[in-house]
C-alpha cells in the first residue's frame, strides 16, 4: 500500500518555472513506477512522465519532452517534478502516482495503482 501527497502547485507566470514534490508513505515506494498526469478543467487526464524504480530509465509524454524533469529520492520517499518554460495550457491539476510494473500502455492509460489527490497548477499569460 502506498498513499501519495502532492505539494508544490501554485500562479506562475509564463515562462517561469515550478517544482512539484510527491511525499510518499509505505517502505514499497522504492519499488513503485512514478509518473505524473495532469487534468485540465474539461480535457482529458495527461500522462506527463515516467521514473522507474531505480532511476534508470524514464518516459515523457511530447507536450512536457525537453520542459519537464522528473526524479525521485527513495532515501527520502519522495518524487519530483521540476517545470520550466510554463505556459498557460499547462495550467492544470497534477497528480502523482505509482504503479507496481513499468508498462507504458498502462501509464499513457492512466492505470495506475495509487494516486494522490492533486495539486494546482496555474499559469497566467
Known amino acids: 500500500q502506498v498513499q501519495l501527497e502532492e505539494s508544490g502547485g501554485g500562479l506562475v507566470q509564463a515562462g517561469g518555472s515550478l517544482t512539484l514534490s510527491c511525499a510518499a508513505s509505505?517502505?514499497?515506494?522504492?519499488?513503485?513506477?512514478l509518473a505524473w498526469f495532469r487534468q485540465a478543467p474539461g480535457k482529458l487526464r495527461e500522462f506527463l512522465a515516467a521514473?522507474?524504480?531505480?532511476?534508470?530509465?524514464?518516459y515523457y509524454g511530447d507536450s512536457v519532452k525537453g520542459r519537464f524533469t522528473i526524479s525521485r529520492d527513495n532515501a527520502k520517499m519522495t518524487g519530483s517534478l521540476q517545470m520550466n518554460d510554463l505556459r498557460p495550457d499547462d495550467t492544470a491539476t497534477y497528480y502523482c502516482?505509482?504503479?507496481?510494473?513499468?508498462?507504458?500502455?498502462?501509464?499513457?492509460?492512466?492505470?495506475?495503482?495509487?494516486w494522490g489527490k492533486g495539486t494546482l497548477v496555474t499559469i497566467s499569460s
Open positions: 502516482t505509482a504503479d507496481w510494473s513499468w508498462t507504458i500502455p498502462t501509464m499513457l492509460n492512466g492505470d495506475m495503482d495509487y
Open positions: 509505505g517502505q514499497a515506494f522504492r519499488r513503485y513506477t
Open positions: 521514473i522507474n524504480s531505480d532511476s534508470t530509465t524514464t
